[in-house]
């Protein structure tokens, strides 16, 4: 399953040389398999996570409960963090040359596939 999971995000990844990291965080903030440069995947992990609660936490003070992607742009890049259904959730990181949609559309195809793979 793993070896699968990982394959899934290389797969990703390989798509754009422009998703720099792309990771899937359990639902308890547990690093389950990853794909580039990431000196301490657990940390990034950790950070992913907290960003998750925090974004949450704010849609759930503004009654927007039917939100579930996060989208965040810099002037450096972007996260993006896509739930796999209750399973987890699918944490991209990509260069600020990368289009948000183009972003969505490579991490929903993949969060789909990895979530039969869970």
């Not at 990982?6 to 990291?21: F, G, I, K, P, T």
């Not at 990368?98 to 979530?115: D, E, F, R, S, T």
Request: aromatic share 8%.
């Amino acid at each position: 399953m793993l070896a699968a999971i990982q394959e899934q995000l290389e797969q990703l990844a390989n798509r754009s040389d422009d998703l720099l990291v792309c990771m899937v965080v359990s639902t308890d903030g547990l690093v389950i398999a990853h794909h580039g440069n990431v000196k301490d995947p657990d940390l990034f992990g950790a950070y992913f996570f907290e960003l998750k609660v925090v974004c949450e936490k704010i849609i759930t003070e503004l009654d927007c409960d039917e939100i579930t992607e996060i989208y965040i742009r810099s002037k450096t890049g972007a996260v993006t963090l896509l739930p796999i259904f209750d399973k987890g959730y699918l944490a991209c990181l990509s260069s600020v040359k990368m289009n948000a949609g183009k972003v969505q559309i490579l991490a929903w195809k993949h969060a789909q596939k990895i979530y039969q793979l869970l």
